[in-house]
């Protein structure tokens, strides 16, 4: 029997669970099972006390392209903003601090996993775009991590164009933590100073930064699943993803 191959590569080494995105044939998009697989990484990693951090990393050169459009095009519009918004959560409650790591490019949902991460380092070929005004869609689930971070007019302008930036935009506009030359050396600081916290400490200095991002899961998260699901689900936004997935401009363009 052909055994299945993993979307998430697990590794766990010197008290961190690395958790990387691993999916080549569709761009690491968060199709059902890659999101399984790190809603499980992200479980075991909160649920093991020798793990003091977690780091959310990539294979290739796309972190994650947002959702899977091939299973989003005639399928229940639902399950994907749904589970979505579970991983993000997953993310924020986990008591380890989980420090995303970035080297390449970021577009829609992918951008959600970074709100919800309380480290997001990116390096130089990283590029960032909220592309879901293109496709008829909206960046509603992954603003329930971002909006209370991101600079407000920022949010407006790239939420309407659909414009890419580059890493020290996304540092400016409170995208990301820090935009480095050298990520690896970055993140290296950075684990080296939250291996000297105590867990108990970690968890509830992380509880302390995530309190208006939980804030806005318990308050928006049902409406923007809701508005994600009919937006998924409409005639226009179902020809652009096609559109999309043809390779060929949508009809508005």
């Not at 990484?41 to 951090?53: E, I, M, N, Y």
Request: charged share 25%.
């Amino acid at each position: 029997m052909t055994r299945e191959v993993q979307c998430v590569r697990i590794t766990t080494a010197d008290a961190v669970t690395t958790l990387e995105l691993d999916s080549p044939h569709n761009r690491n998009a968060l199709s059902t099972r890659l999101m399984a697989e790190l809603s499980k990484g992200l479980a075991d990693a909160a649920a093991d006390p020798a793990v003091r951090a977690v780091v959310l990393g990539h294979t290739g050169k796309v972190f994650c392209a947002g959702a899977d459009l091939s299973e989003a095009t005639g399928s229940d519009p639902t399950v994907g903003p749904r589970g979505l918004v579970d991983i993000q959560r997953a993310i924020i409650d986990c008591p380890k601090p989980v420090i995303a790591l970035v080297n390449g490019h970021v577009r829609a949902g992918g951008l959600g996993l970074l709100g919800a991460a309380d480290i997001a380092i990116a390096g130089p070929l990283s590029t960032f775009a909220f592309t879901e005004v293109r496709l008829g869609l909206a960046p509603a689930v992954i603003s329930l991590p971002l909006r209370p971070k991101l600079d407000p007019r920022a949010a407006s302008r790239y939420y309407l164009t659909g414009e890419t930036f580059d890493a020290a935009e996304a540092a400016r506009i409170g995208l990301i933590t820090e935009a480095a030359e050298d990520p690896a050396g970055a993140l290296k600081v950075l684990l080296d100073a939250v291996r000297l916290g105590s867990p108990q400490g970690l968890a509830e200095s992380k509880r302390l930064a995530n309190a208006d991002v939980v804030a806005s899961f318990e308050q928006d998260a049902e409406e923007r699943v809701t508005l994600s699901a009919r937006l998924f689900g409409s005639a226009e936004a179902q020809e652009g993803m096609r559109a999309f997935l043809e390779r060929r401009p949508a009809p508005w363009a």
